[in-house]
């Protein structure tokens, strides 16, 4: 899968939890989670639990720590994709 | 050492389900699983682990300099009692203390005694106070540093400090 379409996937999973309209209107891989969308910390494991259940695929933690901005998250999971 | 958060409970409660299948275990080790799991209140102790484990990571980020990093289940509690608790990470353990009340759990670290934190339900509200604890007669400002870690400016004093808002609650540690 393309990083844009898995950014593409990504962007409807975590849009639930976003408490900044238009920062998440303007969206790029370059986001971060909690400065950029203001998704609150807890939720931040809903995303990574929403990723796993979307992707098919199981998120360590050391992969997890990583899981803070846009980017950071769609090479985990591509990461994980390819090894599957 | 500095750091501190806090929980809105009401607000914890609609916007996260603890109970969610595989939730704990991306951030509780078995051991605080079965300190949540054997609690005759599951939700607070959940809360109080959590809040314990953000006060640290804020506390070991400003000692350490780390770059921002999402991983709770790094840092490792343990309870005292009612109050007070330890928080390990990578070798390191800080002490964290605990305010419960009905509607927000706060844990700040207790690394020194001469450290305060002041709860308020606005951050305006929360600059007053501080300006009256200063016993200053202008108000204090927030500031971030280019690394990100805040501060207050009252009159000529810059003052280190930490600050957390869920919900309703504002709460600041200096």
Redesign the interface.
Not at chain 2, 68 to 74: K, L, Q, R, V, Y
């Given at each position: 899968m393309t990083a844009e379409a898995i950014q593409d996937k990504l962007k409807v999973i975590v849009q639930p939890y976003v408490n900044h309209q238009e920062n998440f209107d303007n969206l790029t891989s370059k986001s971060d989670f909690i400065n950029d969308l203001q998704i609150n910390s807890a939720n931040l494991v809903d995303v990574v639990l929403d990723v796993e259940d979307e992707f098919d695929i199981r998120i360590e933690n050391d992969d997890m720590e990583k899981m803070i901005s846009v980017e950071a998250t769609v090479n985990v999971i591509q990461k994980k994709l390819k090894s599957k | 050492m500095i750091g501190n958060d806090i929980?809105d409970l009401k607000k914890?409660k609609t916007?996260?389900n603890i109970f969610?299948p595989?939730?704990m275990e991306?951030?509780l080790s078995q051991n605080e699983q079965n300190l949540v799991l054997s609690s005759p209140n599951p939700e607070q102790r959940f809360w109080r682990l959590?809040t314990m484990k953000?006060s640290a990571y804020k506390a070991f980020q400003r000692e350490l300099n780390f770059k921002?990093?999402?991983?709770?289940?790094?840092f490792y509690c343990e309870l005292i009692d009612l109050e007070n608790g330890l928080v390990h990470f990578e070798g390191n353990s800080v002490k964290t203390t605990t305010f419960n009340s009905e509607n927000y759990i706060y844990s700040s670290v207790s690394y020194s005694t001469f450290t305060r934190s002041l709860i308020a339900n606005s951050m305006e509200e929360l600059l007053q106070n501080l300006r009256m604890e200063f016993g200053e007669s202008s108000q204090p400002e927030l500031l971030k540093l280019k690394n990100?870690l805040p501060f207050i400016k009252i009159v000529s004093k810059i003052i280190p400090v930490s600050t957390t808002h869920?919900g309703l609650y504002f709460a600041i540690q200096f």
């Open positions: - | 929980v914890a916007d996260s969610r595989r939730y991306k951030v959590w953000e921002s990093i999402f991983n709770p289940f790094a990100g869920h």
